[in-house]
Each structure stands twice: as C-alpha cells, then as structure tokens.
C-alpha cells in the first residue's frame, strides 16, 4: 500500500441531505425517515427498476451526505480539498438549479471537515436563458468552476438514462449553448456511458478551447456483470465492451483539451455483485478490476490527465473511501511512483483553477 504524503485533491464527490433540500427522496424520507426498511420498501416501489440497479442500494440516497460524511468515510487520509459535482437538484427546470449552488455554498466546509475547493452545478445549454443562469451559479459562489449536463443514455432499455435525449453532446441546440463555456471560462464535466464516448470526442473537437473532463472514464456497463435487459451477459460480450471502450478511450485522449477521472469505477451499473452479496470489496478485489482500465487511461491521456475522484457516496455501495484509495494509488504507483502527485492532486488543481 502507498503511503501517500499529500493531502489528495478529490475532484468528485456528491452532497445532499434530503431532509431540507428538493430531492427526489424528500417525502418518503420525512414520512419514513425513522424506519429504515420502510423506507427502502416505499422509495423501491416509487422508483424505477432500471434507477434502483444503477445506483445499487437506497440508503445512501435516502441518507444526508454532507461534509461531516464525507470527512468520516476518507479515514486517515489528509484532503486539501474536494469539488463538489452536481448531483440531479429536484428543482432542475431552469433557474432552479442554481438553488444546489446555494445549499452547496451553504454547508460546513471547514478545517474541521473538509475545504471546499470548487462546485461543478449544472444547467442545460439547450435553455433559452443559459447564459444567465450560468451567471446566477457565480453569484451564488465564487467556487463556481463549470457544469456538468449528464448525457449518459444506453441502448439497453434496462441501464438508467440519465437524461432526456439520446445523442445530447451532438444536439444543435446544445451546441450552440455549449460556446458560452469558453467565453465565461468555465469548464465541462461529460458524462456518457462507453458505448457513447464518440459523442464526446465530436464535442471536444468542435470546442477546442473548452476544457473537458470525462467522468469516470467513460462508465462501461457491464463490463464486470450482467447489467439492464442484455448487456454483459456473457465473458464474450463483456471482453467486446473493453476492447471497444479502449479504442475509444485512446482517439479521445489524443484531444488536448481533454482529461478524464479515475472515479465511479464501484458503481453496480459496472455489473459489480458485491452489493447484491452484502459485503463490501476487499483491496485485491478492487486492484484486480481496476488495474487494466487505470493503466490504459494512464497510457491514453498521460500522467497529465489522469485526476483521482472518489464519486462518493455513489461507489460505497460496493466498497469504502479507504479501500479504493488504497488500491487506486496502488494501481497508479504501479504504472509509474511519480505520477501519484498528479493523479492525486496536481492535475484536478490545474484543470479546476483551485486556488491554494
């Protein structure tokens, strides 16, 4: 195990607390929140078969995630600081999203938790009143760094869209949004599934002055397990998903104005069973399944490229902070010892503009 002797940039996390803020889970939590099982019965039954695979287990949806969590669950591990990721804010029409900059900005960042170092809101470039928004979001805080508009929509009918249009990186709408972003020098969080990683490569190429991070190196589902109604089924179709999803991941790190974050690689939509076993993974496990797609990124993007995020709570369903810290530094130090300083803070700090 690496013995990191830096405090760690982490470029993703997620806040909420469904108790006081719009959520999707804010009425069953206050008509349910004492009952546990309860609770997990009521939101199973309102919520989606395809959205309750994806995100695996309900208690941590249906629980606050605030700073206090979040210094909880990294353990001995010193953070500088961490980006706050927008996080599907119920009140998502329009304006409203800015009400997630505000309860962001709002929560107890501090030497006593954790340094709030920028937030990544979200809006949507297809709006008529973009660019106003985008200027609401500064307003409401200075750690304002860029968007994220989640474009992940998978073929298989069974795999959670996480937005309302297939294609949205190539829709002209969007597009024509999208060119305010280097104007107001705010960057862009991508989050498709692999099996989409073109559309992200057409968008860096037509914006090459924006940066560009792709979250969690482009999500291949299944590539671990059987996932939705068809995909991952069997050791054949999981092995075509990485051969094709490290051929795309190699053309779009040959853009420069593209990054990309070793994060959300414990999500269930993976095909991970460790959830659905009740247990959590131990070092190995996670070193064995993450090894060829960190080392490939690595290759692909360089060690300039390449930032750490954790994505919690959204990845401890199936392991904890420590864990995949641990066996993260461990895959990057095995690739190259000196990359872990880059990985795990210099290049999240560059791409974000972070101050101290």
């Known amino acids: 195990m690496q013995q990191l002797d830096f405090a760690i940039i982490d470029a993703h996390i997620h806040q909420w607390d469904p108790y006081h803020t719009p959520h999707p889970a804010a009425l069953a939590v206050k008509l349910f929140g004492k009952s546990p099982y309860l609770l997990d019965k009521v939101i199973r039954l309102a919520q989606p078969k395809d959205l309750l695979e994806s995100i695996g287990l309900t208690s941590h949806i249906s629980s606050a995630y605030l700073p206090q969590n979040y210094r909880k669950d990294v353990g001995h591990y010193a953070i500088s600081q961490v980006v706050h990721v927008e996080a599907s804010w119920h009140d998502h029409k329009g304006k409203g999203v800015v009400g997630e900059t505000e309860f962001i900005e709002s929560l107890p960042f501090n030497d006593g938790t954790v340094k709030l170092g920028g937030i990544v809101a979200t809006a949507d470039p297809r709006d008529r ?58 960057s862009f969080d991508a989050w498709v599934y692999s099996t989409q990683l073109s559309d992200v490569i057409t968008l860096a190429k037509q914006f090459p002055e924006t940066s560009i991070v792709l979250d969690h190196l482009g999500t291949p589902a299944g590539l671990f397990g059987p996932v939705g109604k068809q995909t991952g089924l069997t050791q054949v179709a999981r092995d075509n998903i990485f051969y094709r999803w490290k051929e795309d991941i190699a053309e779009l790190a040959l853009l420069p104005n593209v990054y990309t974050k ?55 369903v199936n392991a904890n902070l420590v864990t995949i810290i641990d066996a993260f530094s461990d895959v990057v130090a095995a690739y190259d010892p000196d990359a872990l300083k880059q990985v795990f803070h210099h290049n999240a700090k560059q791409f974000y503009r972070l101050k101290g």
């Open 129 to 186: 009143n973009f660019k106003k928004i985008l200027k609401l979001h500064h307003q409401a805080s200075p750690h304002f760094k860029g968007i994220r508009r989640m474009a992940a929509y998978h073929e298989d009918k069974g795999i959670h869209r996480w937005t309302d249009q297939a294609e949205l990186y190539r829709d002209k709408k969007f597009l024509k949004g999208f060119e305010v972003l280097a104007q107001y020098n705010l």
């Open 262 to 316: 070793m994060s959300g690689l414990l999500m269930p939509v993976l095909g991970h069973q460790f959830h659905k076993q009740k247990r959590l993974a131990s070092k190995a496990e996670i070193f064995d399944l993450v090894h060829p797609m960190i080392t490939h990124a690595l290759e692909s993007f360089g060690t300039y490229r390449v930032m750490f995020a954790s994505n919690f709570p959204m990845d401890s």
